[in-house]
């Protein structure tokens, strides 16, 4: 499988069959070490994204050489582990890096703005703040901001210069910010697969992509999101008509790769989704009128869609159709 969006880690979980056997791909936020036993116990194998927390056992390795590229801005690294039975890669992504810099930053102005015009506050108070309260606003403060959250040191004090008034003091972590400029767009892969090239390792957790595209296909696309279906026959006609519809969009996505028209499919069913069918009703000396269902004729740009994919449409849908007029 081609990625689509390979700067992205943050994925599903997929199953996945080749000649060798079956691969677990499984992201970081369904990672964890009961889930893990439980697929070693049964002999399963695994390709799986680690919390981020664990980067920073491979700070050293960030900054070292022996990078691959492996797509575009990607590059990836194995990692030297004490335990044979598991290798890690490291991967990093330019695009990913510059994303979570921009997010970084903005959480960071958030919080500052939010602490000087807390200052602001305390420092026009005719009295006493309580403290508590002051401290839970800092608490729901960083919780709206976590990304930036751990860079700031802060502390409610006692004015020195206003007897009975409070004053917030903060700074920024040197250290917060240092490693936060190393680790953006960093990533770490676990696998129990040995003898694989870490370009090999990335290819196969990134097939991800593909199980993500195809839940937003259905949800957005399709508009088949979850239904809570009681009885167990509508779930299973629920998949089916999930699953047709899927087929069907990824039979147009080939047919518009072998045509030369891309992958994106959305536009050219917003496009083609201009053609309308009408009714026609015309009367007859014999007291009915006949009923005829017509296809609109595609434009210019329709016509050279339809004929990339090696489709036409027909002129009338279904055979023409008596209808009897009724006296009011």
């Excluded at 930036?148 to 700074?171: F, K, M």
């Excluded at 007291?287 to 002129?315: A, F, N, S, W, Y």
Aim: glycine share 6%; with cysteine; proline share 5%.
């Amino acid at each position: 499988m081609s990625p689509e969006s390979p700067c992205s880690e943050d994925l599903p979980c997929c199953f996945l069959r080749n000649a060798l056997g079956n691969i677990w791909v499984v992201d970081r936020g369904m990672v964890n070490e009961e889930n893990l036993a439980f697929i070693r116990d049964r002999g399963g194998r695994y390709v799986v994204g680690t919390p981020r927390s664990m980067l920073k056992r491979y700070e050293k390795e960030l900054t070292e050489s022996g990078w691959s590229a492996v797509y575009e801005d990607v590059e990836v690294k194995l990692c030297p582990t004490p335990d044979s039975s598991e290798t890690f890669v490291l991967c990093r992504s330019q695009a990913r890096a510059e994303k979570e810099k921009a997010m970084h930053e903005r959480f960071s102005e958030r919080i500052e703005q939010a602490l000087v015009s807390l200052q602001s506050r305390l420092a026009r108070a005719k009295k006493r703040p309580n403290r508590s309260q002051v401290e839970r606003q800092i608490g729901r403060l960083l919780a709206r901001n976590s990304r930036a959250a751990s860079r700031y040191d802060i502390e409610v004090q006692d004015d020195p210069d206003r007897s009975g008034h409070l004053v917030l003091v903060w700074q920024s972590r040197d250290d917060w910010t240092a490693w936060a400029a190393l680790r953006e767009g960093a990533y770490l892969l676990r696998t129990n697969l040995n003898g694989r090239t870490p370009e090999n390792l990335w290819h196969t957790y990134i097939q991800l992509t593909d199980a993500e595209a195809a839940f937003r296909t259905f949800k957005t696309d399709l508009v088949l999101r979850p239904i809570y279906h009681q009885v167990q026959p509508r779930v299973h006609a629920h998949i089916l008509v999930a699953f047709l519809a899927y087929a069907m969009w990824k039979t147009l996505q080939k047919w518009m790769e072998q045509a030369g028209l891309g992958r994106g499919v959305r536009t050219v069913m917003q496009e083609l989704a201009r053609i309308k069918c009408c009714h026609v009703i015309l009367p007859t000396s014999t007291g009915r009128e006949i009923e005829l269902r017509c296809v609109m004729q595609p434009d210019g740009h329709q016509r050279t869609l339809l004929q990339r994919l090696g489709l036409k449409i027909p002129l009338r849908l279904g055979q023409p159709r008596w209808r009897r007029i009724i006296d009011t």
